[in-house]
């Protein structure tokens, strides 16, 4: 038995329909019945209160749109580059990165232990020294040099990659400064 097509009409209908009355999906239900993740009726906050400030007007037009990318305190916005030290004009920025990390390979404890353990007991024991462990230590510094200002931050070196992430977001920077 084949079932019904509900586009056989040609128009596409979006998702599941729902009874009427019911909110979509992702939205609150306007009557809520107590319970997890709702607040009592008795609640500090109405319905018309919100609980977190709203930002006048004005603020949000002098902030320059949506942050577009941000490596670490330094957050480029749609005209400026906003950093602890201050706004710098994103036209005419310099961006420099330098890897100060570095990365060390080892035999870690455990495999020498199993590989001591298993000698004694079969020659298969030295097949744990080939067990390495590598370990990066360090930070990428990025510098950041527009309108006479100047701004430096480090981050953390999670791994080998971390220094390829890094330049790709400033290669990012680069070329909306250059727009």
């Avoid at 939205?27 to 709702?38: C, D, R």
């Avoid at 097949?127 to 990066?136: A, D, G, I, N, R």
Wanted: aromatic residues 8%.
């Amino acid at each position: 038995m084949s079932e019904p097509n509900p586009y056989a009409d040609g128009e596409y209908k979006w998702g599941p329909t729902q009874p009427p009355g019911t909110p979509a999906y992702g939205y609150p239900n306007p009557n809520p019945a107590p319970g997890y993740g709702y607040p009592n009726q008795g609640s500090q906050y109405s319905e018309t209160q919100s609980a977190l400030p709203i930002p006048a007007a004005g603020a949000l037009a002098s902030m320059g749109g949506a942050p577009l990318v941000s490596i670490g305190d330094i957050t480029v916005m749609g005209d400026s580059i906003v950093t602890p030290a201050g706004t710098l004009p994103l036209r005419g920025s310099v961006w420099n990165a330098t890897d100060m990390s570095h990365t060390e390979e080892k035999i870690p404890t455990h495999a020498i232990v199993l590989a001591i353990v298993f000698f004694l007991f079969c020659l298969l024991g030295l097949l744990f020294l080939l067990m390495k462990e590598k370990k990066t230590t360090g930070f990428i510094q990025v510098t950041v040099t527009s309108g006479g200002k100047h701004h430096s931050t480090m981050i953390p070196a999670h791994g080998p990659h971390t220094f390829q992430q890094v330049m790709g977001q400033i290669n990012y920077a680069r070329s909306l400064s250059s727009m």
